[in-house]
């Protein structure tokens, strides 16, 4: 059965790939200090990236860009066996083919991940091989943490299932979404799609509601857009109640109705997000110590746990509450011009 919390592929795209392209574009020169691998060639340097996603591609994308003599490893166990990114959302916005990427001469490997040495920097797979690297590079973007009352549900960044669930709906029925405590990736998308609904449903349903369940009462966002919907289209149709993470009990989609610590709510459309954490290769490694997200310094993105370990984009705490497409193409390139200064 498909997950359907899962985000799509194409959903996603339509609504950050703007974001993204903003960050992509060729490496500049300038170098910043900090990283803490030396060598005296790039010869022989094997770096290994885990994760195909925006962060993981666009570093392994410019570091052989930067310097041909590096051996650059993408290991995802995502890409089929035609060569293509399948839909998850940690691969939302992978830029560039598995072809594409082999034709730069980067090595792609879809051979699931069972074990990794981030101190030795080995990681074994499921095929009984192991490879070892110089440089090991985490970029897995982010899992959901497992919550019974979520499985259920859509994504409210499901843009295709939302829009088509909102279109069927009866008349003067109820749209539920739920915004988990940050952070969370892509922060802006759910603010924004509830926007959409309300103003879909003025025009098409206007007895209809749209009800937003959000623990973050008091943030930035929260407060931005509270004030938005206000006077905003479609103000009329949307209702706010700041909630905690434990006011979600259940959900009976087949039913519709969600069990709340204030009693159920019958609802015709239910996308409420599931909390979310560091990808799960990245905390089985040991990088995620006590914590949902990977611990690394700021400016240079290595782990404070292990040496020449670095991680990349959504997982990491580098940037807890900017977790976006242009976060994570920035973080990549930082990363990359510190190793090539290194590796002279």
Not at 276 to 284: F, I, M, N, S, T
């Amino acid at each position: 059965m498909k997950d359907k919390t899962r985000v799509d592929r194409r959903s996603f795209l339509r609504i950050a790939s703007a974001a993204a392209a903003m960050g992509v574009m060729p490496i500049n020169a300038m170098a910043t200090s900090g990283s803490s691998v030396s060598a005296s060639s790039a010869n022989g340097v094997r770096i290994m990236v885990i994760g195909a996603g925006v962060a993981g591609t666009r570093a392994a994308i410019q570091l052989k860009q930067a310097n041909p003599a590096l051996r650059v490893i993408l290991a995802d166990p995502m890409i089929d066996s035609q060569k293509r990114y399948q839909n998850k959302i940690n691969h939302m916005l992978t830029l560039e083919s598995s072809i594409q990427l082999a034709a730069a001469g980067i090595e792609i490997t879809a051979k699931k991940i069972v074990k990794v040495d981030a101190d030795k920097k080995r990681v074994w797979f499921d095929s009984g091989a192991k490879l070892d690297s110089d440089i090991l590079v985490f970029a897995p973007g982010v899992d959901f943490k497992s919550a019974p009352v979520t499985t259920n549900s859509i994504h409210p960044l499901n843009q295709t299932q939302v829009q088509q669930q909102v279109v069927l709906m009866r008349e003067g029925g109820t749209v539920v979404v739920g915004i988990p405590r940050a952070p969370y990736q892509y922060p802006q998308g759910p603010y924004m799609q509830v926007s959409k609904m309300a103003t879909y449903l003025q025009l098409h349903n206007p007895a209809a509601k749209v009800l937003v369940l959000d623990q973050n009462a008091g943030s930035a966002l929260f407060e931005q857009y509270r004030k938005q919907w206000q006077d905003g289209s479609g103000s009329s149709l949307i209702e706010l109640l700041a909630t905690n993470e434990d006011y979600v009990r259940t959900i009976e989609p087949t039913m519709g109705r969600i069990e709340t610590q204030d009693g159920h709510i019958n609802a015709s459309v239910i996308a409420v997000m599931p909390q979310q954490r560091a990808g799960v290769v990245a905390r089985a490694a040991g990088l995620a110590l006590n914590a949902d997200w990977c611990q690394v310094n700021s400016e240079t993105l290595a782990s404070i746990h292990y040496p020449h370990v670095y991680v990349l984009g959504d997982a990491n705490d580098a940037a807890i509450d900017d977790k976006t497409a242009f976060t994570a193409v920035r973080q990549a390139d930082r990363f990359v011009r510190n190793i090539i200064r290194e590796l002279v």
